[in-house]
T-cell receptor
C-alpha cells in the first residue's frame, strides 16, 4: 500500500523567513496530494492541494510543488507569521479497488518565532 | 464544502466498555472515512464506509473491534468495542467533498481509564 514520508519532523523559523516541508510517496498511481494544517486541539484543515497533472500550485503565501518522476512533493510557506505555527501533514490519495483513500505522512511541527 | 457534525466531542470511558461515535454530513456522500489520531501522532485510516455494503478495514483494524454502520448517504457510526487504555485517541470522520478536498469532523477525544 501507499507509504508517505515527511521531513523534517520539526521546523523552527524566524518570522518572515520561508519554511519548506518535503514529502515522498511510494505508490506511483497516487494522483492527489493534499496538505493539512492542524492547530492544537483542532481538526486538520486543508490548506492546499495538487493533482498529478499539475507541477506547481500557489495560493498567496503557500505553494506546493510535485515531482511525479521522483515521487516527491513539497510545501513552501513564504513570509511566515506566528499564526502559521501548527502541525502540517502531507498526504497522498491512492486508488483502491473502487475508491480513493488518503494516507497521511507523519507530520511536521512548525514553530514561527516572532 | 461539506459540513460534518461529529459527536460526542469527548468522553471518558471505563475499560471493557464500548463507545459509539456519530458523524452526520450536511450533504450526501458516497464514502465516509474513519481515522484515529493517537497523541502527538499522525492520522491513521481505520476503515472506509460505503452505504449499502460492509466497511473496508485497513491492516491492523478489525470489524469486531471497530464495527461501523452506514445506514444512509449522510450518516455513519464507529464503535470502539471492549476498550482498553491503548484505545485512548482522537477519532475523526472524513468525507471527500468532491473538488474541495477531504474535510474532517471535529473529532472525538476518547480517554479510557
Amino acid at each position: 500500500g501507499e507509504n508517505v514520508e515527511q521531513h523534517p519532523s520539526t521546523l523552527s523559523v524566524q518570522e518572515g523567513d520561508s519554511a519548506v516541508i518535503k514529502c515522498t510517496y511510494s505508490d506511483s498511481a497516487s494522483n492527489y496530494f493534499p496538505w493539512y494544517k492542524q492547530e492544537l486541539g483542532k481538526r486538520p484543515q486543508l490548506i492546499i492541494d495538487i493533482r498529478s497533472n499539475v507541477g506547481e500550485k500557489k495560493d498567496q503565501r503557500i505553494a506546493v510543488t510535485l515531482n511525479k518522476t521522483a515521487k516527491h512533493f513539497s510545501l513552501h510557506i513564504t513570509e511566515t507569521q506566528p499564526e502559521d505555527s501548527a502541525v502540517y501533514f502531507c498526504a497522498a490519495s491512492t486508488k483502491g479497488a473502487s475508491y480513493d483513500k488518503v494516507i497521511f505522512g507523519p507530520g511536521t511541527s512548525l514553530s514561527v518565532i516572532p | 464544502s461539506a459540513v460534518i457534525s461529529q459527536k460526542p466531542s469527548r468522553d471518558i470511558c471505563q475499560r471493557g466498555t464500548s463507545l459509539t461515535i456519530q458523524c452526520q454530513v450536511d450533504s450526501q456522500v458516497t464514502m465516509m472515512f474513519w481515522y484515529r489520531q493517537q497523541p502527538g501522532q499522525s492520522l491513521t485510516l481505520i476503515a472506509t464506509a460505503n452505504q449499502g455494503s460492509e466497511a473496508t478495514y485497513e491492516s491492523g483494524f478489525v470489524i469486531d473491534k471497530f464495527p461501523i454502520s452506514r445506514p444512509n448517504l449522510t450518516f455513519s457510526t464507529l464503535t470502539v468495542s471492549n476498550m482498553s487504555p491503548e484505545d485512548s485517541s482522537i477519532y475523526l470522520c472524513s468525507v471527500d467533498t468532491g473538488g474541495y478536498g477531504y474535510t474532517f469532523g471535529s473529532g472525538t477525544r476518547l480517554t479510557v481509564v
